[in-house]
């Protein structure tokens, strides 16, 4: 299974699309976290048909700061957890039945 994690710094923009595009197809990863995309779950509904990654979970951003967005392949078994506007935490069952969790998650540069 490949994951890939991704903090964007926002995903308004044709460039930053079609950097993450282009990603998406080199490397065909199974789940994808963004963080930081300054989206809401209304803008970003649209890429998950675009990436092939048709599953996803979105936390809205917060003004212009935050956003997170999971998104996974048919066939990948994710269940969420819990969510906030730092983190999406899930379970992953593989085929076998075995279970990891999975933890994307965005820290905010303070030292504070």
């Given amino acids: 299974m490949k994951i890939i994690a991704w903090n964007f710094r926002g995903l308004g923009n044709g460039r930053a699309v079609r950097s993450l595009l282009k990603m ?9 976290f963004l963080s930081e995309t300054k989206l809401d779950c209304n ?14 979970m979105v936390k809205d951003c917060e003004g212009q700061s935050g956003g997170l967005a999971i998104f ?5 078994n994710f269940h969420s957890r819990t969510t906030s506007r730092l983190y999406i ?11 990891w969790r999975l933890t ?8 504070d």
Avoid at 43 to 56: A, P, Y
Avoid at 72 to 76: L, Y
Avoid at 90 to 99: A, L, N, P, R
Avoid at 104 to 111: N, Q, S, W
């Fill in 72 to 76: 996974w392949r048919t066939g990948v």
């Fill in 89 to 99: 935490d899930g379970d992953i069952v593989e085929e076998d039945g075995f279970i």
């Fill in 24 to 32: 998406q197809k080199a490397e065909e990863p199974d789940i994808l």
């Fill in 104 to 111: 994307g998650f965005y820290g905010e540069p303070r030292t």
């Fill in 43 to 56: 803008r970003i509904k649209g890429l998950r048909w675009q990436l092939g990654l048709t599953n996803m």
